[in-house]
T-cell receptor, first 111, second 114 residues
Framework: RKEVEQDPGPFNVPEGATVAFNCTYSNSASQSFFWYRQDCRKEPKLLMSVYSSGNEDGRFTAQLNRASQYISLLIRDSKLSDSATYLCVNHLSGGYNKLIFGAGTRLAVHP | DAGVTQSPTHLIKTRGQQVTLRCSPKSGHDTVSWYQQALGQGPQFIFQYYEEEERQRGNFPDRFSGHQFPNYSSELNVNALLLGDSALYLC?????????????FGDGTRLSIL
């Protein structure tokens, strides 16, 4: 089983749609998580940290369910500029600082 | 405030050759991690350097080695290149080892093996 697994893409949605991405992780001791966004042929950029209580940043909402080892990202009112690959990331620390990435879910928002 | 910088941007090599990639961390950061991203995959952790020592290593063969300099910059070396080494190589920097702060990535070096 992969350490971080994500919904297979691509997701093709119209502008204004709400879309949700899911991610599961295998390491129950994991403490922190991130969502990164990666545009085609570019570097990953941090989108949001994920907190146990859930957190919201504008149109984006991230949630963590530790019991189910499940993370989600919700995007409301999708924009054309949201088209990218979204990477679910497990952050492992303890004498090191290591990111475990999922394979990514591709989102294509169309007019 | 300079971000993470990597060089070169692109590189073409042939099988069996050796390559060195370079990374300068974001100003104020002291920890450098290297990742390999094959087409259609998420980045895979290669190793991490802190205080000029390799602190953690992913599942990569000994052909992959690295170094960190006193100014915190780092190099990734790959020997005996294989076709499968073709990928985007990403450098990320952060502050300290036991931090929950996210890592910041450079633009990457795109390595093609012919």
């Amino acid at each position: 089983r992969k350490e971080v697994e994500q919904d297979p893409g691509p997701f093709n949605v119209p502008e204004g749609a709400t879309v949700a991405f899911n991610c599961t992780y295998s390491n129950s001791a994991s403490q922190s998580f991130f969502w990164y966004r990666q545009d085609c042929r570019k570097e990953p950029k941090l989108l949001m940290s994920v907190y146990s209580s859930g957190n919201e940043d504008g149109r984006f909402t991230a949630q963590l369910n530790r019991a189910s080892q499940y993370i989600s990202l919700l995007i409301r009112d999708s924009k054309l500029s949201d088209s990218a690959t979204y990477l679910c990331v497990n952050h492992l620390s303890g004498g090191y600082n290591k990111l475990i990435f999922g394979a990514g879910t591709r989102l294509a928002v169309h007019p | 405030d300079a971000g993470v910088t990597q060089s070169p941007t692109h590189l073409i090599k042939t099988r069996g050759q050796q390559v060195t990639l370079r990374c300068s961390p974001k100003s104020g950061h002291d920890t450098v991690s290297w990742y390999q991203q094959a087409l259609g995959q998420g980045p895979q952790f290669i190793f991490q350097y802190y205080e000029e020592e390799e602190r953690q290593r992913g599942n990569f063969p000994d052909r992959f080695s690295g170094h960190q300099f006193p100014n915190y910059s780092s190099e990734l070396n790959v020997n005996a290149l294989l076709l499968g080494d073709s990928a985007l190589y990403l450098c990320a920097s952060s502050l300290g080892l036991n931090s929950n702060q996210p890592q910041h990535f450079g633009d990457g070096t795109r390595l093609s093996i012919l």
